[in-house]
């Protein structure tokens, strides 16, 4: 199977949840196509979206993704509108609705949108004709970085099937991990994820049957293909969950001493941004096994991958 011959069945994508393992094959094979363009020594644009108008309606700070969806979209000819939440309409009483509708009535053909309200992206997707991408959604899913993970891993080690990864941190606040779980596991990978009892929901068991949790992170390391560090989020309350930060640090940073444990041909992972000294190093956030800044260049190819599958669901041949 490959992505051109593949018709992708999804006019949005709200999550991984609803993908197959054929949806995600195709879009990771397709990204794969696209890295080669962005490797291009001179020219690394394709005429793939020219004419269409994408909006990023980011209501939330964001760095590495909204800036890599930008740099997607220009590689694509797309034309770009970024709205500011900040200084629009909906600080004047408007509803997300009535922005949509107004949105509407400009005929973009893609809206890619981060929202702190869990289920944001598919209530716009009721009301708009436009393609709806999720660039995260309060703490319930962030399709674009699980596949960008994905993509990492599957670079590196050539397979997602049968790889053993660590999920480990803040857990409970994390849409990271969530898209993560539905992806990894459908596509045959084996997920432990580690953290405090109060920052590892036990009902996530209930959902993926297959994960294994546990709060030792120490046992768990030396059985892992890859660790994927989470960001502890006190901005969404993970104070309240932990008696201190050196408390947590003691016994979830990933340092050199745990990485010692470690497999010798393990990889880091870290969806950034990174609060280093806290739940990892620089030492090893800047070491040798890390693939964090693969995981950013990454998300270029991936993101225009997303964003084309969506326009053209045949896969037409990209020059």
């Given at each position: 199977?490959?992505?051109?011959?593949?018709?992708?069945?999804?006019?949005?994508?709200?999550?991984?949840?609803?993908?197959?393992?054929?949806?995600?094959?195709?879009?990771?094979?397709?990204?794969?196509?696209?890295?080669?363009?962005?490797?291009?020594?001179?020219?690394k644009?394709?005429?793939?979206?020219?004419?269409?108008?994408?909006?990023?309606?980011?209501?939330?700070?964001?760095?590495?993704?909204?800036?890599?969806?930008?740099?997607?979209?220009?590689?694509?000819?797309a034309?770009i509108?970024?709205?500011?939440?900040?200084?629009?309409?909906?600080?004047?009483?408007?509803?997300?609705?009535?922005?949509?509708?107004?949105?509407?009535?400009?005929?973009?053909?893609?809206?890619?949108?981060?929202?702190?309200?869990?289920?944001?992206?598919?209530?716009?997707?009721?009301?708009?004709?436009?393609?709806?991408?999720?660039?995260?959604?309060?703490?319930?899913?962030?399709?674009t970085?699980?596949?960008?993970?994905?993509?990492?891993?599957r670079?590196?080690?050539?397979?997602?099937?049968?790889?053993?990864?660590?999920?480990?941190?803040?857990?409970?606040?994390?849409?990271?991990?969530?898209?993560?779980?539905?992806?990894?596991?459908?596509?045959?990978?084996?997920?432990?994820?580690?953290?405090?009892?109060?920052?590892?929901?036990?009902?996530?068991?209930?959902?993926?049957?297959?994960?294994?949790?546990?709060?030792?992170?120490?046992?768990?390391?030396?059985?892992?293909?890859?660790?994927?560090?989470?960001?502890?989020?006190?901005?969404?309350?993970?104070?309240?969950?932990?008696?201190?930060?050196?408390?947590?640090?003691?016994f979830?940073?990933?340092?050199?001493?745990?990485?010692?444990?470690?497999k010798?041909?393990v990889?880091v992972?870290?969806?950034?941004?990174?609060?280093?000294?806290?739940?990892i190093?620089?030492?090893?956030?800047?070491?040798?096994?890390?693939?964090?800044?693969?995981?950013?260049?990454n998300?270029?190819?991936v993101?225009?991958?997303?964003?084309y599958?969506?326009?053209?669901?045949?896969?037409?041949?990209?020059?």
């Amino acid at each position: 199977m490959t992505a051109e011959r593949y018709v992708f069945p999804h006019k949005h994508l709200l999550g991984i949840e609803p993908l197959s393992p054929q949806d995600i094959t195709a879009l990771l094979d397709q990204a794969r196509a696209f890295e080669e363009v962005c490797e291009r020594p001179s020219i690394k644009i394709v005429p793939a979206l020219r004419k269409k108008l994408v909006v990023n309606l980011f209501f939330e700070n964001s760095t590495r993704t909204r800036n890599s969806f930008e740099i997607a979209e220009k590689r694509l000819s797309a034309e770009i509108i970024n709205f500011d939440a900040d200084t629009s309409s909906l600080n004047k009483g408007e509803t997300l609705i009535d922005t949509a509708m107004n949105l509407e009535a400009m005929h973009p053909d893609l809206i890619v949108m981060r929202h702190s309200a869990p289920g944001a992206h598919a209530l716009l997707a009721r009301h708009m004709k436009a393609s709806i991408v999720n660039a995260g959604d309060g703490a319930h899913e962030h399709p674009t970085q699980a596949l960008l993970d994905a993509y990492t891993l599957r670079k590196h080690f050539g397979k997602l099937e049968g790889l053993r990864v660590a999920i480990v941190g803040d857990i409970r606040n994390s849409r990271v991990v969530r898209s993560n779980l539905w992806l990894l596991t459908r596509m045959g990978a084996k997920v432990t994820l580690v953290g405090p009892p109060t920052l590892v929901p036990q009902e996530m068991k209930a959902t993926w049957p297959s994960i294994d949790i546990s709060h030792d992170f120490d046992a768990v390391i030396p059985k892992q293909d890859a660790i994927m560090m989470l960001r502890a989020q006190f901005e969404r309350g993970t104070g309240a969950y932990i008696p201190g930060q050196g408390e947590y640090s003691r016994f979830f940073q990933l340092n050199p001493a745990r990485m010692q444990r470690a497999k010798k041909d393990v990889v880091v992972l870290h969806p950034g941004p990174i609060n280093r000294g806290l739940e990892i190093t620089s030492e090893v956030a800047d070491g040798p096994r890390n693939l964090i800044l693969d995981q950013v260049t990454n998300g270029v190819p991936v993101r225009m991958a997303v964003l084309y599958l969506l326009s053209h669901p045949h896969g037409e041949q990209v020059p």
